[in-house]
């Protein structure tokens, strides 16, 4: 039980919408920051600091580029990323079965 | 708003799963499109009996026999064919987009994002490469063929889009390919069937999808 809390919280995604964010880059390849907003249904703000730590953690990489004139920010999961959200389910897994019981 | 995974371990499984679904799906198709589609093909076919003067299922004519030299309306069968079409597919279109965009507002989902356009890209481009295909079946004159193929096409192409949003259309492709292929083996029965594919399957489609998802 201590260990599955613990894998909860090492990997940083015991907060939602950091979970959130998540959930949506391992199933999409880039994803323009104002699609997770919308998606997320979140601030301008509020969105950047959970992205800041997720970057922070090398669990995103950023690719800032021009689509014309507009400056355009997509995010893309990394190896590190994904294996640190499949960590993370496991473990929410782990404890739905261990209430279960 | 703010709900911890650590105190709620099935929400948030349940939160990651709808989070995953809404961002790779798209979920604003309404069924209300498919009722839309359907008429309008219906109406396209009946013009198209209007034209040859024949009934569905009527005995002894070969629809694409009398094709051959039915004029109406000052058209020839060919230039006729490809008007009956457009305009189909122009007022299904414009349904579908009208219907399926009143869905997305009500859900608070944006309809232009990057997951329209690869469904998009993902539906017009065998569409499109059908579309042409069949222009080439009526320029050489295989008008026996054209009704089949734009099933198959079309099936096709909904087969390529079924993985971006709601599964049941991947059955719909392969009913409407299963029709197609069908017609090719039963040419003279290429309206029907067209009817069948075009009309009748997006009627229903639409109302079992209006009853599961609009309502």
């Known amino acids: 039980m201590k260990k599955i809390l613990s894998t909860l919280k090492e990997t940083k995604l015991d907060n939602r919408i950091r979970l959130g964010i998540m959930s949506i880059l391992v199933v999409n390849s880039w994803v323009e920051f104002k699609q997770l907003k919308t998606i997320l249904d979140l601030t301008d ?8 730590a997720l970057e922070k953690e090398l669990y995103i990489e950023v690719k800032k580029e021009f689509v014309g004139r507009k400056p355009q920010t997509t995010y893309r999961v990394t190896t590190k990323g994904r294996t640190a959200f ?6 929410l897994e782990a404890l739905i079965r261990r209430k279960d019981e | ?3 911890d995974p650590k105190q709620n371990p099935a929400d948030a499984l349940l939160q990651i799963r709808s989070l995953m679904e809404r961002s790779t799906r798209f979920l604003s198709l309404s069924g209300l499109s498919g009722i839309v589609a359907g008429v309008v093909s ?8 209007v034209f040859l003067e024949m009934l569905p299922f ?3 004519v070969i629809y694409y026999i009398k094709a051959l030299d039915a004029h109406r309306w000052g058209l020839d069968s060919k230039p006729f064919f490809v008007l009956d079409a457009l305009l189909i597919i122009l007022v299904a279109t414009i349904g579908c987009t009208y219907f399926t965009y009143r869905k997305a507002r009500r859900q608070g989902q944006n309809l232009f994002d990057a997951l329209t356009k690869r469904l998009l890209i993902n539906f017009l481009v065998p569409l499109g490469v059908g579309g042409i295909f069949c ?4 320029d050489q004159g ?3 063929l054209l009704a089949p193929s734009t099933l198959i096409f079309y099936g096709l192409a909904l087969l390529n889009t079924s993985k971006f949003t709601f599964d049941e259309i991947r059955y719909l492709a392969y009913l409407e390919i299963s029709l197609g292929l069908l017609g090719l083996f039963f040419l003279r029965y290429g309206l029907e069937l067209w009817g069948v594919g075009f009309g009748v399957l997006h009627i229903v489609y639409g109302i079992i999808f209006y009853n599961k998802y609009d309502k």
């Open chain 2, 142 to 144: 295989y008008l026996n």
């Open chain 1, 86 to 91: 499949e960590d993370h389910l496991s473990a």
């Open chain 1, 45 to 52: 703000g509020n969105l950047a600091s959970h992205i800041k």
């Open chain 2, 1 to 3: 708003m703010v709900m």
């Open chain 2, 42 to 49: 219906l109406m396209g076919l009946a013009i198209v009996y």
């Open chain 2, 135 to 138: 222009l080439a079946l009526l």
């Open chain 2, 58 to 60: 009527e005995q002894g």
